[in-house]
Antibody
């Protein structure tokens, strides 16, 4: 059974930083293209970014609102995905999910970790 | 890039069919067949329903179907049931190598 477990969320002041983690099990993590998706309270889903598998270059892509502030990385030896968030803004307040694509869709999702940006 | 456009709400009676549209541009929906649909019940994790425009995810009822014409993708739910009441989101790959979600549609079963 595939499991994705996010952690690292919390309360941070505007301008601050936070690093989220996503521990994966039940899949060949090194082959997986991993994504972050967020959902602000009471709002819709927003794709944040993704990282390709190392064998497929390991490169990243980001949504415009977070480009230059957020960095996605992975440690295949630990089956863990990361999201480094710098220069946080109040509009970054959201539940952050990690998810992976298989067969053309985001099949597996974690339960999310809540990030609150407030002074 | 703005979110893909979906109607804010769609409703129908049990047994009826409803269709949710997802309108993008020639930089996303119109150029790729990489459109998928997600169902999200309140407080729950999104669930993949349809991928690559029209393929049902494993275990999804055949009452759910997807299609695309030009820059607009659609999700049809036939034989509407109470359990279908949820929020639905489309997402498309884009020419910028990013993904774009739709604005979301609340489905109400009357």
């Amino acid at each position: 059974e595939v499991q994705l477990v996010e952690s690292g969320g919390g309360l941070v002041k505007p301008g601050g930083s936070l690093r989220l983690s996503c521990a994966a099990s039940g899949l060949t993590f090194s082959n997986a293209w991993m994504n972050w998706v967020r959902q602000a309270p009471g709002q819709g889903l927003e794709w944040v970014g993704r990282i390709r598998s190392i064998t497929d270059s390991g490169t990243t892509d980001y949504a415009a609102p977070v480009k230059g502030r957020f960095t996605i990385s992975r440690d295949d030896s630990k089956n863990t995905l990361y999201l480094q968030m710098d220069g946080l803004k109040t509009e970054d307040t959201a539940l952050y999910y990690c998810t992976t694509i298989q067969s053309g869709g985001f099949v597996y999702w974690g339960r999310g970790t809540l990030v609150t940006v407030s002074s | 890039q703005s979110a893909l456009t979906q109607p804010a709400s769609v409703s129908g009676s049990p047994g009826q069919s409803i269709t949710i549209s997802c309108t993008g541009t020639s930089s996303d929906v119109g150029v790729y067949n990489y459109v998928s649909w997600y169902q999200q019940h309140p407080g729950k994790v999104p669930k993949l329903m349809i991928y690559d425009v029209s393929y049902r995810s494993l275990g999804v009822s055949n009452r759910f179907s997807g299609s695309k014409s030009g820059n607009t993708a659609s999700l049809t739910i036939s034989g509407l049931q109470a359990e279908d009441e949820a929020d639905y989101y489309c997402i498309s790959y884009t020419t910028s190598s990013t993904y774009l979600f739709g604005t979301g549609t609340k489905v109400t079963v009357l």
